[in-house]
């Protein structure tokens, strides 16, 4: 039954996640002004990026190398974009956009990364990890692509949002609570914190 309802959300998931990375590494591409090979390369590495580093870390060929439908998901997000020009929103709707796909995706990733360590039969910590790395790792290849400093080293509570709706889900998984209703209930409850850490411009202390 676990098997199960983690093989459908973590589909479900996923595709939510590439889509959201999708549009924000085209957003990003778009306002750097790649060029259309620079926008596609820097979408998709946003998008299986930190899939491909939990693969890695689990010792797994990387799911784009089996399964084709992400790269279809990932183009079509990218043509969508395209026809609507999101690129040509003025500069606070844009912003908004891309905080929003970007939280849908880091919070999407960070229990799709989880489930998988959790359908492994991983510890608290791997769980943890791995739903981090999912989480971030697209983000941070497409902030050092462009140059810029990677969210997680600055922004607020962004990799820490990752880290406790992955901890968290391993606390349900413990407590035999883990459904389809829960998981949708985290992936919301993981959304509001990060869209009100955001709002709010709350952080973690900073080393003075």
Not at 118 to 144: E, H, I, P, S
Not at 172 to 192: C, I, K, N, P, Y
């Amino acid at each position: 039954m676990l098997d199960a309802v983690i093989d459908i959300e973590f589909d479900w998931l996923y595709f939510i996640g590439t889509v959201s990375f999708t549009v924000t590494g085209y957003l990003i591409g778009a306002r750097k002004q790649f060029d259309l090979l620079g926008v596609c390369i820097l979408a998709l590495l946003t998008a299986i990026g930190g899939g491909m580093i939990r693969d890695v870390l689990v010792n797994s060929v990387p799911r784009i190398f089996l399964d084709a439908s992400p790269l279809y998901t990932i183009f079509a997000t990218l043509a969508l974009a395209w026809l609507l020009k999101l690129e040509r929103l003025d500069s606070h709707r844009l912003q908004r956009v891309f905080i929003v796909a970007d939280s849908i995706g880091l919070v999407a990733f960070s229990i799709a990364g989880a489930q998988l360590g959790l359908a492994l039969g991983l510890n608290a910590f791997a769980v943890a990890f791995l739903g981090f790395v999912t989480a971030v790792g697209g983000g941070l290849v497409r902030d050092m692509l462009c140059n810029d400093v990677p969210f997680i080293l600055h922004e607020d509570f962004y990799g820490t949002v990752a880290i406790l709706v992955a901890v968290v889900l391993y606390g349900l998984f413990q407590l035999g609570w883990v459904s389809d209703a829960a998981t949708w209930l985290l992936f919301a409850g993981g959304l509001a914190l990060r869209l009100f850490a955001h709002q709010s411009e709350l952080r973690l202390p900073k080393k003075t």
